[in-house]
T-cell receptor
């Protein structure tokens, strides 16, 4: 079982829609969490860190539920340019290595 | 702002050859991570360095080795290349080795073994 699990999708949504991705992690010692965005054949780019109290950055909202060991990303008012793969990352306790999920593919269509 | 620089961007090698990938972290970053990403796969952690010392090791084959130099750049050396080594190799850097540290990725080296 992978340490970080994501629904691979694809999520196919119209412009303006709200879409949510979930991610679960198996290592309860994981300390820090992030969402990265990856466009085809490009490098992962940090989208946002995920804080315990939840945090928002414009149209993006991240939530952390330590009791259930999952992280979520909510995208409001989807844009065509949001089409990408969204990677959930857990930083393992002790080693601090960023461990990636397989990614969730988002396709925003006109 | 300066980002993580990787070279070369593309590399074609034959089976059993060797390859060296280079990574120049963001200035002042002291931690470097190497990842391998196959087609349709998530990035798999290979190895990391903090302050020029190996800090952790993942699924790096014995045929591969890496080091971090005094100027904090890192090199991944790959020998006896196999077809299955064809992948995108990313380097990431961060400031510090602690919880909550954000890692920033270079554009990657696309290695093709033929």
């Amino acid at each position: 079982r992978k340490e970080v699990e994501q629904d691979p999708g694809p999520f196919n949504v119209p412009e303006g829609a709200t879409v949510a991705f979930n991610c679960t992690y198996s290592n309860s010692a994981s300390q820090s969490f992030f969402w990265y965005r990856q466009d085809c054949r490009k490098e992962p780019k940090l989208l946002m860190s995920v804080y315990s109290s939840g945090n928002e950055d414009g149209r993006f909202t991240a939530q952390l539920n330590r009791a259930s060991q999952y992280i979520s990303l909510l995208i409001r008012d989807s844009k065509l340019s949001d089409s990408a793969t969204y990677l959930c990352v857990a930083q393992q306790g002790g080693s601090y290595i960023p461990t990636f999920g397989r990614g969730t593919s988002l396709i925003v269509h006109p | 702002a300066a980002g993580v620089i990787q070279s070369p961007r593309h590399l074609i090698k034959e089976k059993r050859e060797t390859a060296t990938l280079k990574c120049y972290p963001i200035p002042r970053h002291d931690t470097v991570y190497w990842y391998q990403q196959g087609p349709g796969q998530d990035p798999q952690f290979l190895i990391s360095f903090y302050e020029k010392m190996q800090s952790d090791k993942g699924s790096i084959p014995d045929r591969f080795s890496a080091q971090q130099f005094s100027d904090y750049h890192s090199e991944l050396n790959m020998s006896s290349l196999e077809l299955g080594d064809s992948a995108l190799y990313f380097c990431a850097s961060s400031l510090g080795w602690q919880a909550g540290t954000e890692a920033f990725f270079g554009q990657g080296t696309r290695l093709t073994v033929v």
